[in-house]
């Protein structure tokens, strides 16, 4: 299968696709890049050629910041949030989720800082490996006068613990990658001259094993989880009702103007919540 984007790079390899997303200056998550990483997901899974898939970047300080906050801003929110609480038509949900349910084994090389949305997505990923003294976690969202909308609220107790993840959701703080790996967000954390290399031979360590198996074995382990449609479902409305509340566009507009979005204030991105709560 060909694939041809414009903000990620896909190499096969090995049974192996290699995903390399860029998107300058912090690798945002534009809608664009939404889109196609939504559409990665649906034909890679889809790939039979594929048994493993690993999401890179070669930005040293970002693997992907966050969803675009400037597009969050300008989201629709006329009228009152929807209340039908029986269909999630949340397309970053629908995204996260073929991530994690498609046969293949993902993977999450997280070199730099993940934020949000980015978070969101690493989470909805298979397995995690980081780099220590480089990866950095943010959920930024409740200092923007929202919540992690696409998916966050319902992965992250289930990484690491209702109180762990409450802490990280709530105190919009940065999490080490070290501190990560203790508490289950990532499965390691590695010296980075170590992570990939060492992710790559895992990678290509499972795509050489039966790909049927490989489908199976993962589709018996996601049978473990409890069911994800209530929860999810709940937390695309609480977005929603969030979105309509008057302090949210203060909040977000605010985060715009004192450096979000910019390589220097995202380097810094939990001393700007601090500031967005004082």
């Known amino acids: 299968m060909a694939y041809g984007y414009k903000r990620i790079s896909v190499k096969l390899e090995g049974g192996v696709a290699f995903a390399t ?57 006329g009228g009152v949030a929807p209340l039908n609480r029986e269909v999630n038509d949340n397309f970053y949900h629908a995204m996260c989720e073929t991530y994690r349910t498609m046969p293949k084994a993902t993977i999450a090389e997280i070199n730099g800082r993940v934020g949000g949305g980015g978070s969101e997505l690493a989470m909805s990923c298979d397995m995690r490996f980081g780099a220590l003294g480089k990866t950095i976690i943010n959920q930024p969202e409740v200092a923007l006068g929202i919540l992690p909308g696409g998916t966050g609220t319902q992965r992250m107790p289930r990484l690491i613990g209702r109180g762990r ?75 929603q009702v969030l979105l309509r509340t008057p302090e949210a566009p203060v909040a977000m507009k605010k985060f715009m103007a004192s450096g979000g979005q910019t390589r220097e204030g995202e380097n810094r991105l939990g001393e700007l919540c601090t500031k967005l709560g004082s």
Not at 28 to 41: K, R, T, V, Y
């Open 165 to 239: 993840a409450l802490e990280v959701i709530l105190g919009c703080d940065d999490l080490d990658a070290a501190t990560a790996e203790r508490w289950g967000y990532l499965n390691r954390a590695l010296a980075p001259a170590e992570l990939r290399p060492f992710v790559t031979k895992l990678a290509k360590r499972i795509a050489s094993f039966p790909a049927p198996a490989i489908a199976a074995a993962k589709r018996a382990t996601l049978a473990s989880d409890a069911s994800w449609e209530r929860g999810l479902i709940e937390e695309s409305h609480l977005f």
């Open 21 to 77: 997303m860029s998107n300058p200056p912090i690798n945002i998550i534009s809608m664009e890049l939404a889109g196609e990483l939504g559409q990665f997901a649906l034909e890679v899974a889809k790939d039979d050629a594929v048994r493993a898939v690993v999401l890179r970047s070669d930005d040293p300080d970002f693997w992907l910041a966050h969803f675009d906050v400037a597009a969050i801003i300008d989201f629709p929110t």
